[in-house]
């Protein structure tokens, strides 16, 4: 069982950054390391779709739309998932949601068992 909290969202102008982290609480002790941790995003009147990943032996995914942009990283010590977002586009307005899998396809949503509540980020123009 893994709960996920997201923090980090807010209003940012076009070209501006952000950085929002997910905290994780396990069931047990060291468990955050074997999740592959992702970001998924839903944006207003659309589907929800992936960000980024990072697997448990620390490989990193990211959207076509993302690369280059956005840097995902986490904090095994203190069972901390980041992405750091830099250059920001009214596009990137979403909410956030922060998610943890027991394995499957990185860029799936399907293969993630638990979810945050998500955080907002707007990107004004």
């Known amino acids: 069982q893994v709960q996920l909290v997201e923090s980090g969202g807010g209003l940012v102008q076009a070209g501006g950054s952000l950085r929002l982290s997910c905290a994780a609480s396990?069931?047990?002790?060291?468990?955050?390391?074997?999740?592959?941790m992702g970001w998924f995003r839903r944006a207003p009147g659309k589907e929800r779709e992936f960000v980024s990943s990072i697997t448990y032996d620390g490989k990193t995914y990211y959207a076509e739309s993302v690369r280059g942009r956005f840097t995902i990283s986490r904090d095994i010590a203190r069972s901390t998932l980041n992405l750091q977002m830099i250059s920001l586009k009214p596009e990137d307005t979403a909410v956030y949601y922060c998610a943890a899998s027991t394995g499957g396809p990185p860029m799936s949503a399907l293969a993630f068992d638990y979810w945050g509540q998500g955080t907002g980020v707007t990107v004004s123009s």
């Open positions: 396990t069931s047990s002790e060291g468990a955050f390391s074997d999740y592959m």
